[in-house]
């Protein structure tokens, strides 16, 4: 069975969520994460705490995505609808994966053709997606506040953020993307719908490697997991509607130099298909 690795998601918090998931695609596969980092310097000392060590990585506790992907503004659920599109304007206008790189990112806004795992007949087709809105709390503490509030008044308590308990660094936020998803009507369904079209996006700073601290004197390995805020309790997916996702993650407050990415397999591959996932990145700013 062909499945997409699950990322290591490198967020530095202390809080878990159920993963939303299919039976044929690591697209929505449960993910975990370990947060680590390394300092570049070459002394021998160590600590027992999550706090920067010399020439040791630590971990801090696992991150895993939430138990279903919604569709929502921030602001009430009730206004957690499908927004209408034209389907000829997004198609027309998007472009392949094959076309963004790291020396020429996707900006803000921009649709690009990718494909989601379909559990109806177990075959990848074609969806759309762009990134709509990137916000650190530095920026705009109110709304990430309230995306965070959002999530917590519609989730279990097992899905819940408390910010007080989770392991920042000083030098590191919480910030929220937004991402839209457009599902065209010739995607295979049954009565009930189909599963959450979501797409797994992850921050990584730009030309590869970890993101540097604030002082330069450190680089957290990894950093930039995504975790899926919940924006209602109970959601069903249908053809020829946009959903809106919320997403979670960290970065080093003030850096802007990280691109955002997600990987998918050619339409038409199968469980038993060769084909090599392809990958798009995308602007951050």
Not at 86 to 110: K, M, R, V, Y
Not at 136 to 145: G, I, L, P, T
Not at 184 to 204: C, K, L, T
Request: charged letters at 25%; one cysteine or more; a negative charge.
């Amino acid at each position: 069975m062909k499945k997409i690795s699950a990322l290591l998601l490198a967020v530095v918090m202390a809080f878990g969520m159920a993963g939303c998931s299919d039976s044929g695609s690591s697209d929505s596969d449960n993910e975990s994460s370990a947060a680590a980092v390394q300092t570049e310097s070459s002394a021998a000392d160590s600590s027992e705490d999550a706090t920067v060590t010399t020439t040791t990585t630590t971990t801090a506790p696992a991150v895993t995505e939430s138990s279903q992907a919604e569709v929502a503004d921030t602001s009430t659920a009730d206004e957690n609808k499908p927004a209408s599109v034209d389907s000829n304007d997004i198609a027309a206008s998007a472009i392949e994966p094959s076309e963004t790189s790291e020396e020429n990112l996707a900006p803000i806004g921009q649709w690009i053709k990718t494909t989601r795992y379909c559990a109806t007949d177990k075959i990848y087709h074609t969806i759309y997606t762009r990134i709509t809105k990137v916000v650190s709390k530095s920026e705009d503490a109110d709304y990430v506040n309230k995306a965070i509030e959002l999530n917590n008044s519609v989730g279990s308590d097992f899905s819940k953020i408390d910010e007080s308990e989770l392991k920042i660094p000083d030098d590191c936020e919480l910030c929220v993307m937004e991402y839209e998803v457009y599902v065209p009507e010739d995607f295979p369904s049954n009565e009930w719908g189909i599963i959450s079209p979501d797409v797994n996006y992850s921050a990584s700073n730009k030309g590869g490697g970890g993101i540097p601290s604030a002082d330069g004197a450190s680089t957290y390995i990894g950093m930039g997991g995504t975790t899926e805020l919940l924006t209602q309790k109970k959601n069903e997916y249908f053809v020829g509607n946009t959903y809106k996702y919320v997403n979670l993650f960290l970065m080093v407050k003030g850096y802007k130099d990280y691109k955002f990415t997600f990987s998918s397999y050619p339409e038409g591959t199968t469980s038993d298909s060769s084909d090599d996932a392809v990958t798009a990145y995308i602007s951050a700013e």
